[in-house]
Each structure stands twice: as C-alpha cells, then as structure tokens.
C-alpha cells in the first residue's frame, strides 16, 4: 500500500510537469495546427533560465517560497519572451505558406536550440541550485512523503487552474477559442488573430519554463538536451488527450506519468520510455481523435 | 437617405489562383441605404464581400471607406472602423456557447456599458436565442445558427453591415421575420450590403440594387426599377 501510494505521487508529480509542457503543444496546435517540435527545448530553456536567475539572485543560499517563486516568475516571464521572439521571427512569416513548411521550421528550431545551448551552457548537466527545501520528510503514519514532490504537484495544479480560468472565463481566452475554431471568422469579429497567437505562444512558453524550474527542484541535473524526451512525452501526452483540447493534454499527461510510474514499478523496469511511444501508436490506430478530442470540443 | 458615399469599391478584381471569380467591378454604398448584391450560384457575391473585409486581396482596385483605403488593412482593422460582416451560412464559432457568440460580436466595442442592453436587444429580435444562451452554438439547428450570426453582427454597432445570404435554408416565416429586421436596423441607421439570392425579396426591402453574373455587374438601378425589369423577372423571379 505505502509503495502504491509512493508510486501514486511520483506519477503525478512527473505527469504534472508533463502536463505543463502539453499544454503549449495542445494550444499552439489548436491556434495554428502546427506542432511545435520546438516546444520541448523552451521547457529546456526554462530549466536554464531558472538556473541562471536562482545564480544572479543567489537564490540557492535562501531556499524558501519566495525564492522559487521569484525564480518561477521571472523564468515564465523570459520564457514568454522567448516563445514570442520564435514565433514572430519564425512561425509568423509562414503563416500563408503550406502548414509543412512551419512544422519543418519548427523541427530545425529545436536543433537551434539545442545545439545552440550545448554551445552556451556547455554540454556537461549543471546541478540546479536548491532554492527551496522543506526540512524532513512529511508522514502521514507509515506513509512518508517527499515534500518537494508534492511542491510541484500543488505549484502545475495552481498554474493549470490560472490557465484554465484564462481560456475559460476571459475575455482573451474566449478570443483565444475563436482563433482555433476559424482564423477568418475571428478576424470579422475584430479580433487581431496575430496578436492572439503570440499570446498563446507566450502562455504556453511560459508553462513550460515552469515546468523547467519544477523539474530542476526534484531532478536537479539540466542539461541542453532535457528536453528531448519529456517534450516527446508531453507531445504524446498531448495527442493522448486529444489535441487542441486543455482539459485532455492535463488528463493525458497525468495518466501517461501514472502510467510510466506503474508499469515501471510493477511491470517492466526498462520500460520507461518505451510507454509513452506505444500509447502514441495505440492511440494513432484506435482512436486518432483521443481521449477528448470531437470536432466540436473546447479548442485553442 | 443621403447620397453621401460611405463605401467605395472601386474596380477591383479578385482571382482564386488563376480563376478570376470578381472582374472589374464598381460601385458605392450610399450612407442609411440598403443596397442589395443580388446573382445566382457563383456569381462573386461571396468574394465581393470577403474583399471588402480583406478576408481576400485585390488583384487590382482599391476599396475606399469613408474616403480612406482599407484594402491595405488587416481584417480586424476594417471591423475596428465599425464595417461588420455576417458571413455566409453558419459563420459562428460552434465550440463557443450562444452568449460567449454574441460577446465576441462585441469585441470592437470599447464602452462595455451598453453590453447588457445590447444583448436584450438581440435577445429581443430572436427570443429563441435567448433560451439557449448557456448552449454551445454547435447544438443550434440550421435556422437558430443563422438567427445567431446575425444577432452577433449587430453587437459590434456596425454602422456598415454585409449580411451573405442570411435567408439561406430558413423556412419563410423566419425569413419574412429576418427581412423585417433588417429593414428596421436600417431604418435606425446601419447602412446594408445584402447579399442575396431570394432577389425579389431582398430587392423589396432595398434602395437600390447590384446583379452580379459570373464576376460582372450586369445591371444596378434603384430598386424599385429592378423590380421592374424584364430581365430580373425572368432570371430571379421565375417569370
Ligand atoms: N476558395 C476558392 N478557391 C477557388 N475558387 C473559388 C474559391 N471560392 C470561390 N471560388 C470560385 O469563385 C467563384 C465565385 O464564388 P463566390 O463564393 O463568390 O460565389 P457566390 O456568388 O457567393 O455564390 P453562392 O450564391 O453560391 O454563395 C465561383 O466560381 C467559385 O467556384
Ligand atoms: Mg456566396
């Protein structure tokens, strides 16, 4: 039972940060039909930025709540910007040309990116700083807890709420399901269609720092090519759910962290990263639409 | 009705590749008419009015709105200088519930306080509408969606509307009923492009009319005289 319930929170907690990164793809996807390859790198960058930040601020001799805050904040935030400056530069001068050639863009992106990381950052890990630490273990009988763990389960489940009270309820995020349901019909209701994909660029860049910054509290090695596999992951994660749809990438990705969590623990060791591309296949054979996807859902 | 012109199209052709679906055509809209775009089955109607919002370039021609070029413009720039389109058949967001439609209508609108009483309005013109606010617009029937682009194209307060086909696949009564609407929303001053192909109708409510015929004007007159004319009788009137 204590290993289940162990298995349990490991699984949310890497099926949290999964879900971050899922949420840019099924969003950008939903406004542009494009998946962005690249979207896996900005959760790289956010790792980087994250330990760039927490360096500068000394943030790693505080560790406290303020202080992954700060650096959550301020990462999202330079992530957002990055996510803006890719797709300004580089996604926005293809808008009238076929989808193929933004998806090949967006695969050389990533090489860009990482390899323009592995120049910068140099391609040996670096340890992120700990810029937040609960002394002890919480427990809860024989059940122990890591606190850090829980920290990111409660921190993406905050965030994924932000966002869904965005897309949802305001105004913007009403604007933001009309661009992905018709980027024509948008614009007649005076909507600036371009001003509302680089916000969702924005949006879904800055969630994926986040997910850097978490991932660097539980799994502090980062390097230039961490986001290969999670990005390929939440990708799945994201086709799992349906993609375009919010609410399947957040179920997708948690189920797939469960999922990789329990098989791992009770079936196949070496299994790991196998899971998540025979869900793919799976998926694409039974049900191509996913778990959530119709042609009527809730899109952006 | 003044003949002050509002809007100028002034010979534009639109190509789709290498087909050239609008040659060389001309025409204004007179500030408070209604001026009808009447002609059968692609004829250009659509392609006109996508034109005029910039929803298509001009491959020649300039489009002037109050003496100003729009065809440079973006979309949603034509909107923010109060010129709305209700496109052609269920123009609505269906993933969008009926009311989350009729705000986005409003999405030009910078005083917010006319909100609520805008959308009794609509609510008054299509009572229908009302009782399905809360339901997603993909649920609406054919009639309801059409009565739901509508009602959204009046939230903006356009002061220039186009309207493609709004009678389309409605049963009569509901098209004498949005005929009626649309006669009384000129009457409180929006200016209309109607397109249509139900001619005799739509030229029985209009100013003036337009008959397109595979990318050409080929007859404009009041209204009144249309009507009139051998030709329409026999072409849209079944005579
Ligand atoms: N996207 C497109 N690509 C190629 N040709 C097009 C496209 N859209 C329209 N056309 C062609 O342009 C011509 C004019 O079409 P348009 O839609 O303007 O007609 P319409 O007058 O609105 O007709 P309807 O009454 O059937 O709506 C038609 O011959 C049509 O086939
Ligand atoms: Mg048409």
Redesign the pocket.
């Known amino acids: 039972m204590t290993e289940f319930i162990q298995h349990l929170i490991n699984g949310l907690s890497i099926g949290s940060i999964y879900a971050l990164i899922a949420l840019g793809y099924t969003m950008v996807f939903g406004v542009l039909k494009l998946i962005n390859f690249a979207h896996g790198d900005i959760y790289m960058l956010g790792a980087f930025y994250g330990y760039f930040i927490s360096r500068f601020f000394s943030l790693g001799e505080n560790p406290s709540l303020f202080s992954l805050l700060l650096a959550l904040t301020l990462t999202m935030a330079t992530c957002a910007f990055t996510g803006y400056l890719i797709e300004t530069f580089a996604y926005k001068p293809l808008r009238k040309a076929p989808r193929i050639n933004a998806l090949i863009t967006s695969v050389g992106i990533s090489l860009f990116l990482e390899f323009t990381g592995q120049l910068v950052f140099g391609s040996d890990p670096k340890f992120f700083p700990q810029i937040f630490a609960i002394s002890g273990e919480w427990a809860i009988g024989d059940l122990k807890f890591n606190p850090l763990q829980i920290t990111v389960f409660i921190i993406s489940l905050t965030l994924m709420a932000i966002l869904q009270f965005v897309i949802f309820k305001t105004r913007l995020g009403r604007a933001m399901r009309a661009v992905s349901f018709n980027h024509d019909l948008a614009s007649l209701m005076g909507i600036p269609t371009n001003r509302i994909i680089s916000f969702t660029f924005m949006l879904g860049s800055a969630l994926a720092g986040a997910g850097g910054v978490l991932v660097g509290l539980v799994y502090p090695k980062i390097e230039p090519l961490m986001g290969v596999m999670p990005g390929l992951k939440a990708f799945v994660a994201a086709v799992l759910g349906g993609i375009g749809n919010v609410t399947g990438a957040v179920v997708g990705a948690l189920s797939l962290g469960l999922a990789e969590e329990f098989v791992v623990g009770y079936l196949a060791p070496s299994f790991r990263d196998a899971l998540a591309f025979t869900i793919l296949i799976l998926v694409l054979l039974f049900k191509p639409t996913g778990l959530f996807g119709t042609k009527t859902t809730e899109k952006v | 009705m003044s003949h002050d012109i509002i809007l100028k199209v002034d010979n534009i052709s639109v190509k789709?590749?290498v087909?050239e679906?609008v040659r060389n055509i001309s025409f204004d809209l007179r500030k408070g008419e209604i001026l009808s775009l009447i002609?059968?089955?692609?004829?250009?109607?659509?392609?006109?009015l996508k034109a005029i919002s910039s929803l298509l370039p001009l491959a020649s021609g300039q489009i002037l709105l109050r003496n100003e070029r729009i065809d440079t413009l973006q979309p949603h720039e034509i909107v923010k200088r109060r010129l709305s389109q209700a496109p052609?058949g269920r123009g609505i967001f269906l993933n969008l519930s009926v009311e989350e439609n009729l705000d986005l209508g409003a999405w030009t609108v910078k005083d917010t306080s006319t909100y609520d009483r805008d959308l009794e309005h609509a609510f008054e013109l299509f009572p229908r509408l009302k009782e399905r606010r809360k339901q997603s617009a993909g649920t609406l029937s054919g009639g309801e969606q059409q009565m739901l682009t509508i009602a959204r194209s009046l939230m903006a307060h356009p002061e220039i509307l186009l309207l493609d086909?709004p009678s389309l696949g409605l049963a009569p009564q509901i098209i004498e009923a949005i005929f009626n609407i649309i006669e009384k929303i000129n009457k409180e001053g929006t200016t209309v492009l109607l397109?249509e192909?139900n001619a005799l109708q739509a030229l029985q409510i209009s100013h003036r009319g337009i008959v397109?015929e595979t990318?050409n004007i080929v007859l404009q007159g009041d209204a009144k005289d249309l009507l009139k004319s051998d030709e329409i009788r026999k072409a849209y009137l079944g005579e």
């Open positions: 789709y590749g087909i679906a002609g059968s089955n692609g004829a250009g109607k659509t392609t006109t052609e086909e397109v192909q397109l990318g």
